[in-house]
Structure formats: structure tokens, C-alpha cells
């Protein structure tokens, strides 16, 4: 089965810990990014990468951090820093970050409490 | 600045109406527009491009660059049309895709 693969679906945590979630792509696609989606507010880049073992902050990167040591994964941190937490996180892929179609996971709920 | 606006939180037109979802960028070169749609419990995917000039699922946009517009259009809604729709523009300094805060469209029997 190709595409995107996020895990866990649902991911619960307690303030001040750190939660890494997972993204896994087997479409051969360089570029990588991951997306925080709240209501009523769209989605928010926050991290990006083009390519193995390089990555970009996006709009809201503060709380969070990445890794990219393997052109299928890119697993997001998010870290106590990160303010508000509690959020839906989508990651998406494209063959280049110029490339005119991203390819969506279905995404993590993450709840802090 | 950079920036992908879309106005109504919410849109609800009866089956066979037509819709429009409205989109509105700012942009200082020359945009490259898209629409996003996710329907319940699947994931988001690409509806369209401007560049491309298709029509999807009977859905048509139009890059309007005088009126920096480029609203998403379907003569006759269909229930199966309900969904969020996310207008987005190619901008950043890397080419990343910005996206506007999304337009819930529901299209009632």
C-alpha cells in the first residue's frame, strides 16, 4: 500500500513531556512537511524539509523540532516549549518542495493535558 | 506579504444549487493557485490547479489577477460535495504552499 503513514492516530500525553509523532512516506519523494491544522484556522506550516538530512523552519516551528535521516521519514518532536500542543498534525510529501501537488497522511490528534 | 484569504467560515447551499467558494491572495509575483478538499474521514487531497484549467468533479477556478481572485465554482452542488475546501498559493522562499483557513461547504438535500 503506497503513500503516507502517520502514527498513532490519536496520541494522548501529560504536560511537560515530549511526544514524537510519526511520519513515513514510500512514494520517493525528496520534499517533506509538516502541517498543524486548528479549527478555524487553516493549516500552519511548521517544518519543512527538501531533502535528507536538511530541513526548514516554517511559520510556527517553536516548540517543535525534526528530523530527517532517512528520505522516507520525517518524525516531528513536539517538545514541552510548544505552548499549546493539543492539535491535529498532518504531514504531506511532494516530489520537490516545487512540485505542484502535496501528498497528505490522515494525520495524528494529538491531546496534552 | 504573502497571503491566501477565504471569507466565509461556512458555506450551505441546497443539491443543484450553484456554489462558489471564495479565495483571495496576495501575492507581488506571479501566483501559482490551487484547491485542496477533504471530505470526512479521507485525507486532503489536490482538487485543482489554475494552471492546468481542468475541471474536477465538475469544479472550475478561474485565476482572476486584476481582482487577485480565484474562487472555486460548481454550476450544480451534489451532496457528495460536502467537504472543507482549503485554497492555497504557492509562495515562500522555498516554493511551500500557503494555505488559507479553509471554507466548510454543505450541500443539504
Known amino acids: 500500500d503506497g503513500g503516507i503513514t502517520q502514527s498513532p492516530k490519536y496520541l494522548f500525553r501529560k504536560e511537560g513531556q515530549n511526544v514524537t509523532l510519526s511520519c513515513e512516506q514510500n512514494?520517493?519523494?525528496?520534499?517533506m512537511y509538516w502541517y498543524r491544522q486548528d479549527p478555524g484556522q487553516g493549516l500552519r506550516l511548521i517544518y519543512y524539509s527538501q531533502i535528507v538530512n536538511d530541513f526548514q523552519k516554517g511559520d510556527i516551528a517553536e516548540g517543535y523540532s525534526v528530523s530527517r535521516e532517512k528520505k522516507e521519514s520525517f518524525p516531528l518532536t513536539v517538545t514541552s516549549a510548544q505552548k499549546n500542543p493539543t492539535a491535529f498534525y498532518l504531514c504531506?510529501?511532494?516530489?520537490?518542495?516545487?512540485?505542484?501537488?502535496?501528498?497528505f497522511g490522515p494525520g495524528t490528534r494529538l491531546t496534552v493535558t | 506579504a504573502q497571503r491566501v484569504t477565504q471569507p466565509e467560515k461556512l458555506l450551505s447551499v441546497f443539491k443543484g444549487a450553484p456554489v462558489e467558494l471564495k479565495c483571495n491572495y496576495s501575492?507581488?509575483?506571479?501566483?501559482?493557485l490551487f484547491w485542496y478538499v477533504q471530505y470526512s474521514r479521507q485525507r486532503l487531497q489536490l482538487l485543482l490547479r489554475?494552471?492546468s484549467r481542468e475541471s474536477i468533479k465538475g469544479f472550475t477556478a478561474d485565476l482572476n489577477k486584476g481582482e487577485t481572485s480565484f474562487h472555486l465554482k460548481k454550476p450544480f452542488a451534489q451532496e457528495e460535495d460536502s467537504a472543507m475546501y482549503y485554497c492555497a498559493l504557492r509562495g515562500g522562499s522555498q516554493g511551500n504552499l500557503i494555505f488559507g483557513k479553509g471554507t466548510k461547504l454543505s450541500v443539504k438535500p
Open positions: 489554475h494552471i
Open positions: 512514494l520517493n519523494h525528496d520534499a
Open positions: 504531506a510529501s511532494s516530489i520537490g518542495t516545487y512540485s505542484y501537488e502535496q501528498y
Open positions: 501575492y507581488s509575483g506571479s501566483p501559482e
